[in-house]
């Protein structure tokens, strides 16, 4: 064996003893940094997007993991926490699921409740920063016997189902509020919604 190749075997053993040592030091340096972090902890994202008021199934939930320390209280970590749940905003692929997000899919079902479309015109004004799933109270100003306008709580504490973008023709917002049947007709003449 020549010497040249003898140095360069030598080198090349020598090298791959180094590197071997390198990723030895980098793995336990790794270790070392979990442990102090409280190692890892699974908790529930969306493995698809969900939809608001959507009930939540295995198939649309995966886990991740992240350190111990970083896991609060309101993280889920435990797949019987999503069962015959339902989130109350939309979620998309990769967010992280917490328990005040969640309701039982059950509130939904509530066969009292009918949802009312208000739109916002010059008319009714709706807050810019309602958002589902917020509760709402229904103001009604009118004219009394022609006289000075007046304004009365027609309904308080009404559900704020979803909020989206009115008709085409109408590019202001529009609201749904949950409220029960037997006050429907009465929502619809006090707007002069039955024309």
């Known amino acids: ?29 790794m270790q070392d940094v979990t442990e102090q972090l409280g190692g890892l902890v699974p908790i529930y994202v969306a493995a698809t997007d ?17 350190p111990k320390r970083y896991v609060r209280e309101e993280h889920v970590t435990d797949l019987s926490e999503l069962e015959g749940n339902t989130s109350l905003i939309p979620l998309r692929k990769g967010e992280w699921i917490s328990k005040s997000m969640l309701k039982p899919a059950s509130f939904l079902d509530n066969a009292r409740l009918r949802l009312v479309p208000v739109d916002a015109s010059e008319k009714v004004y709706i807050d810019p920063y309602l958002k589902p799933f917020d509760r709402a109270d229904l103001l009604i100003s009118r004219k009394v016997d022609g006289g000075s306008p007046q304004t009365v709580i027609f309904r308080t504490d009404l559900e704020v189902a979803d909020v989206t973008e009115g008709p085409e023709n109408k590019p202001a917002k529009r609201v749904y509020i949950s409220v029960p049947l037997e006050v429907v007709s009465g929502i619809m003449c006090k707007n002069g919604w039955s024309r």
């Open 1 to 29: 064996m020549l010497p040249s190749e003898r140095r360069a075997r030598i080198l090349l053993l020598l090298s791959l003893v180094l590197a071997g040592f390198a990723a030895l030091r980098v793995y336990q340096q």
């Open 50 to 66: 969900i939809a608001a008021r959507e009930p939540i199934t295995k198939t649309m939930v995966m886990t991740i993991s992240i």
